[in-house]
């Protein structure tokens, strides 16, 4: 009998506005813009996407194909999504 697998999927699993903002703040602590980026998009899924979205003041077709893997995001989207999540970027 074959063993069936399921991709495992992060956004699942953040559930919370604490959650996200600590997700957040270790990939931008460990990993690099690429990085940031894409948990944007895992963190924007968990929320909702559409939710994010609206908050961000952008269209969720503008935001998966911003966000997506082969997406180049302008800064001020970065902010405006970051903002939209419950979280704000810092210099320290």
Not at 36 to 42: D, G, K, S, T
Request: glycine fraction near 6%.
């Amino acid at each position: 009998m074959a063993l069936e697998t399921k991709l495992f999927d992060i956004a699942e699993h953040l559930n919370t506005p604490e959650e996200i903002r600590g997700f957040l703040q270790e990939i931008a602590a460990t990993g690099d813009e690429s990085d940031f980026i894409h948990a944007l998009n895992i963190a924007a899924r968990a929320m909702g996407m559409t939710q994010v979205a609206q908050k961000a003041g952008v269209t969720r077709a503008s935001l998966y194909k911003s966000l997506a893997e082969d997406g180049n995001p302008k800064f001020s989207t970065i902010c405006k999504v970051t903002k939209a999540l419950g979280c704000k970027l810092a210099v320290v």
